[in-house]
């Protein structure tokens, strides 16, 4: 009988569970789940995770090992017994939050230090011993309404997977993203169209291997117009400021 592919999740969002970036992760498992994967989720929030301190330990003292003792010990052997590995964070500041960083910088033990060159070329570290992850998702919102502000994100996440050796079989970007709760009510047939072409994207990854461009576009698919969220944003923080310290925004 084969074993059912398990799929591990990395939630950044200092919100976790209540966060925005959440309402497009779990639908997301909810339909690996239904296809018959075993999905488990992370929040790094939770965890000790301390900053990398560059000292090379892990590839010349303790091979494939940190100095440190904190929690990474333990993410780092879930991570390579995942078959896929998903990494949902707000944007911030157009990259990924600050412990997801923190997270990956930690991945170092997983590489050896001897530098060798890929197919076309470029240099790269080989990785330490067999592992069983062989994918990435890359789950994401933000706040603005263009799917451009997610590129250097993305193109962070693509050169992690090029050295990782490892492919994206999809990316979950979610533009209007503080938008998702008030638009639960307000709209909740295109919210859950959103929704539905998340847990889709799920139900993808476990059947076919990777999420189609279609579904990634229905996951991205506007609620407003341009000038509608432009309004509708500012609103919201003027009366968000007003709320908060009584004076108009």
Known sequence: MTAAMKILAFNSSPRKEKGNTERILRPFLDGACQAGAEVEVVYLYDKKILPCLGCFHCWLRTPGKCCQKDDMEALLKALTEADVAVYATP????????????????????????????????????????????????????????????????????????HSRVEILGSLLRPEGEFLAVAEKLMPEKVGKVYEAAREAGRQVVTVGRVSPE???????????????????????????EAATGNPG
């Open 215 to 241: 579904t990634e576009r229905a996951v991205s698919a506007h609620l407003l117009s341009r000038e509608k969220f432009l309004e509708s944003a500012n609103a919201y923080f003027r009366s968000r400021i």
């Open 91 to 162: 944007l911030y500041v157009f990259g990924m939050s600050a412990v997801m960083k923190l997270f990956l910088d930690r991945i170092v033990p997983l590489a050896e230090p001897f530098v060798e060159l890929t197919p076309d070329g470029r240099s790269t570290h080989p990785m330490r011993g067999e592992k069983k992850n062989k994918g990435m998702v890359v789950v994401s919102n933000c706040g603005f309404h263009e799917l451009s502000n997610f590129d250097e994100l993305m193109a962070h996440f693509r050169a992690i997977a090029y």
